[in-house]
């Protein structure tokens, strides 16, 4: 390994913690995912820390039916919005990095551009968008009458949909603005460069209306896990969330991810994979695993099978608990997350749990690692320098207290073994991840698409 590289350190964020029981934990606070007092608390104790990241998950939706088991665990309810809150958690750090996610298929790209160029400018240069297509009819809904549309028309519009995010922050050249009191003139007009485009899924005539960012640009995450996920990561991502299960699993997708994006021009230095992974850390292994069966008792079986139905993309309401799920009741096929349904048909295959059982042994991406600050500092260690991660992205079960046992246990473990940085060394999270801050590049005419 060489000595300057460091493993790079987020979270994401839900205010009472990942795990659907943990709302229930007398030891979270009712209400927390709406107060920002919470979420600044949290982003100190990461800051603290010395984490890469705060990342907010988010989707523009509410589920209205099955509320019987949603009433139990409102996933993405009553939640503040990513961008509302990142900034109003940027003035209370100085440091720690913000990613927010913004949908493709429910956004236009000028807001976008200009929401996220906001945030960097707000916090110094902070800033990065997670770039996701909405696998989710719920949000659907929200937005008019059409169905959700097909995984490869997403992602088609999605790619256009990034080209122009990037073109809209390539609007102004770094010195563009140059307030020039005695000659009257704010900017220089020969660096203003307006986005002309004419695509499948676009046609703009315009351009971004703020100055270049202090990173340039900010920071692009997707968490790609189908064919068409992993292209428009290697053509695009700078960060990347991946949700392997195992380590020799993630090395197959770190090598697969990074081994695409030379076609793309791009060297593998210039993306960090993040290893999705949730975290229980307690003084001794026995006090870890009480800690998780405590939170997986406090998940109701209506819960439980409601979250497998979702990502099994069928309904499971009308099956007995006791009993496996009938080879006809599993679609041909996933529309939505790929990875997760195929997990729960491998699971149905090679065992063939009850609905319970599966329900309750499925976990959504990576299996929780939980132990002593040892046993999870050995296991970081083993997939960072073995090529299957660059870092990780927790997701701890119960907060503040998941975070809190982290920063306090396994932090320092990582530093004394010269994994992990003792301090900040720059302020951009560009400089955090050891991204290049990208030159300007002028927008490129987009011809008229062919009809």
Request: aromatic fraction near 10%; charged fraction near 25%.
């Amino acid at each position: 390994m060489a000595a300057d590289r460091m493993m790079h350190l987020a979270f994401s964020a839900h205010l009472s913690g990942s795990h659907p029981g943990a709302w229930r934990h007398p030891s979270t606070q009712d209400g927390s995912d709406i107060s920002i007092a919470a979420y600044r608390r949290m982003a100190r104790i990461a800051e603290a820390g010395k984490f890469d990241m705060f990342f907010m998950a988010d989707t523009p939706a509410l589920r209205i039916n099955d509320l019987e088991a949603w009433s139990r665990y409102p996933l993405f309810t009553n939640v503040l919005e990513p961008l509302t809150a990142l900034s109003a958690m940027a003035g209370s750090t100085e440091f720690l990095g913000f990613g927010g996610t913004a949908t493709t298929s429910f956004n236009e790209p000028f807001n976008v551009a200009r929401q996220f160029a906001s945030l960097d400018h707000i916090s110094g240069g902070r800033a990065a968008w997670n770039v996701v297509t909405t696998a989710n009819a719920y949000a659907a809904g929200n937005f008019g009458p059409e169905p959700l549309a097909e995984h490869g028309d997403r992602y088609a519009r999605a790619r256009e949909f990034v080209l122009l995010v990037k073109k809209f922050w390539n609007t102004w050249e770094d010195d563009a603005f140059i307030f020039d009191r005695e000659q009257g003139r704010i900017y220089d007009p020969a660096k203003l460069h307006p986005v002309i485009h004419d695509g499948a899924h676009f046609h703009i005539r315009g351009g971004l209306n703020i100055e270049r960012t202090p990173q340039g640009q900010p920071v692009i995450i997707q968490a790609g896990a189908s064919d068409s996920g992993k292209e428009l990561a290697a053509e695009t991502a700078e960060v990347v969330f991946g949700s392997a299960k195992t380590v020799e699993a993630s090395r197959a997708y770190y090598s697969d991810l990074k081994g695409r994006m030379a076609r793309y021009g791009r060297e593998a230095d210039e993306m960090c994979m993040l290893a999705g992974i949730p975290v229980i850390v307690a003084e001794t292994a026995q006090e870890a695993d009480d800690k998780y069966w405590a939170l997986q008792e406090l998940m109701h079986p209506v819960v439980a099978r409601q979250r497998l139905a979702m990502d099994l993309e069928t309904d499971l309401s009308d099956l007995p608990f006791d009993q496996p799920i009938p080879p006809s009741r599993i679609p041909a096929k996933p529309n939505l997350h790929t990875a997760y349904f195929n997990e729960i048909v491998r699971m149905i295959r090679e065992d063939n749990p009850t609905l319970l059982e599966l329900a309750r042994r499925y976990q959504r991406g990576s299996t929780t690692l939980r132990g002593t600050p040892k046993h999870v500092a050995d296991t970081l260690e083993e997939w960072f320098t073995t090529g299957a991660a660059d870092g990780f992205m927790f997701q701890f079960n119960l907060q503040p207290a998941g975070l809190e046992d982290f920063v306090r246990l396994v932090v320092p473990e990582l530093q004394r073994r010269g994994l992990f940085r003792s301090d900040y060394t720059g302020r951009t999270l560009r400089e955090h991840f050891g991204l290049r801050r990208p030159p300007h590049r002028p927008p490129v005419e987009q011809p008229q698409a062919a009809q």
